[in-house]
């Protein structure tokens, strides 16, 4: 199908590119964030002292933020960098980690919501729900539950702000307002590991990253289902081959490394959903 044919290509595209992609993610995952992009085929930097947040991310190919370790000098940093992002044509994932379990969380998200135009708003089935005001519920940083209305919120939201969304879980959701993309790929292990959804938000921006800087809502949108479809792939791919969750995190580097465009569209599993707002 078209998105199979989209996925290998654009794996090809952020190898051969090799974007560079400003994180500034939370302290627990950082190094596991930085080695994904690393194997994808993609150049990490993580950079964080508000002195310079702004010079990385006019530079970059695409900045992700990641609210999962907060506290008010991250804050100014992920604003100043989004900020700066905007104004160089820089494409900004936000993933609002936690989102729904603390109101200086509910702040924080809403303020970025607010004042920085994303690309794409990447988070869990809860995190999602819980911003599109969808039924959502969060326990912690993970997600306690959606509604079967996320999808239809996600499509309304995502037309009216011009953003694609991403809402992560057994089944992902993506929208850009007009087509609402369900991914079916992925394997129990990724939630057995910490920051396996920090990651995807990580690899979205490479692949957000390696498109054109004109690129449109369509293309991001299909973008963040290449990112995902891989990541997930790599998923299954490393589970084959763990014992557990400690080997499988090994594995998935190695499986992000030698993933190969055949052997993603032949276990890609895309479809589209007919949704009506």
């Not at 190898?15 to 194997?39: D, E, F, G, S, Y």
């Not at 919501?113 to 690309?119: E, G, P, Y």
């Not at 959502?136 to 309304?156: E, F, I, T």
């Not at 290449?226 to 490393?238: K, S």
């Amino acid at each position: 199908m078209g998105e199979e044919l989209n996925v290998s290509s654009l794996l090809e595209e952020v190898r051969a590119k090799r974007p560079l992609v400003h994180n500034i993610t939370n302290v627990v995952v950082t190094n596991v964030v930085a080695n994904a992009l690393l194997a994808i085929g993609a150049s990490p930097v993580m950079a964080y002292a508000v002195e310079e947040v702004a010079d990385m991310a006019r530079i970059a190919g695409a900045l992700a933020l990641n609210m999962g370790t907060l506290d008010d000098r991250v804050v100014a940093a992920m604003r100043t960098a989004g900020e700066a992002a905007n104004a160089a044509g820089v494409p900004v994932v936000f993933d609002p980690v936690g989102v729904g379990a603390t109101p200086y969380r509910n702040d924080t998200a809403s303020r970025i919501l607010a004042d920085i135009r994303l690309a794409v708003l990447r988070g869990n089935h809860g995190e999602i729900g819980f911003l599109l005001n969808a039924g959502g519920a969060v326990k912690g940083v993970d997600s306690a539950g959606a509604s079967d209305a996320l999808p239809r919120a996600m499509k309304a939201w995502a037309k009216a702000h011009g953003t694609v969304v991403v809402a992560t879980g057994e089944t992902d959701y993506v929208t850009d307002g007009d087509t609402v993309y369900a991914l079916k790929n992925g394997h129990p292990l990724l939630a057995a590991i910490t920051g396996s959804g920090c990651q995807a938000t990580g690899v979205i921006g490479a692949f957000c990253g390696a498109l054109p800087s004109d690129a449109d809502a369509a293309a991001h949108a299909k973008a963040c289902v290449a990112a995902l479809t891989c990541f997930n792939v790599a998923g299954e791919v490393a589970a084959e081959r763990a014992a557990g969750p400690g080997t499988f995190q090994a594995a998935l580097f190695d499986a992000l490394y030698h993933l190969d465009p055949q052997t993603v569209a032949a276990r890609a599993r895309v479809t589209r959903l007919e949704v009506a707002v």
